[in-house]
């Protein structure tokens, strides 16, 4: 975050004060123990009425404090804005302070300086980005200690796309071969809609036997 907008609210005779003229409304920024101990005047600055879309207004007025300007999101301000000599006496000036540790002043700072861990109740983004990081960093242990496992994965999928394929047509079987087409990879029963071998109206295919580690039926 390298701004924040300042707000103040004026008021005139007890009703809000709005078109304030003259230079005003101004506001005065102080830079409180800059990381050297001393105190630094940063400026005044002129505010801008606030308006909305059909430009009703009503008595609120902004400054926005940018990098350009002197702002530091670590740093702690101390401010006082200034209505100027129209407005009665005790309407005229307001203070108030910019926080780091104010979550409403420093957002940016506050999430992504938060400890991840302290966020785990389930359903909150929190608990998520917890499983992701654990997710990423076992697989990436498997993955350091199993460097193969992927290949070999990738391997054998292309070898069901690939490799011999053959139908029985006694023992209605379907048998996929390794690379050397002699060697059974897995064999399938060809089953119909009865669960009656049949290579007439295939159905269901159900592996009995299989050269690849996975489990058959």
């Not at 005779?13 to 005047?41: E, F, K, M, R």
């Not at 007025?61 to 702002?71: E, H, L, N, Q």
């Amino acid at each position: 975050m390298d701004e924040v907008i300042i707000t103040s609210f004026f008021t005139q005779n007890g009703v809000p004060a709005t078109n304030i003229s003259g230079g005003y409304p101004l506001i005065h920024i102080w830079q409180v123990n800059a990381g050297t101990g001393v105190d630094v005047y940063v400026g005044q600055f002129q505010m801008t009425q606030v308006t909305d879309t059909a430009s009703d207004v009503d008595g609120f007025y902004k400054y926005t404090f940018t990098s350009t300007a002197g702002f530091v999101p670590t740093d702690t301000y101390l401010f006082r804005t200034d209505g100027g000599p129209t407005l009665g006496a005790g309407e005229r000036y307001q203070s108030g302070q910019l926080d780091p540790a104010d979550v409403s002043s420093n957002v940016a700072t506050e999430v992504w300086g938060a400890t991840a861990t302290n966020y785990t109740a389930a359903g909150t983004m929190g608990l998520l980005e917890n499983q992701i990081g654990a997710n990423l960093v076992s697989v990436a242990n498997n993955l350091y200690v199993n460097p193969s496992s992927v290949l070999d994965l990738c391997q054998l999928l292309l070898s069901y796309e690939t490799n011999r394929t053959k139908i029985d047509p006694v023992a209605c079987t379907l048998t996929v071969y390794e690379a050397d087409c002699q060697t059974p990879l897995r064999v399938f029963q060809l089953l119909d809609t009865n669960s009656n071998p049949s290579i007439v109206q295939v159905a269901e295919r159900k592996p009995i036997s299989a050269n690849d580690g996975l489990p058959v039926c």
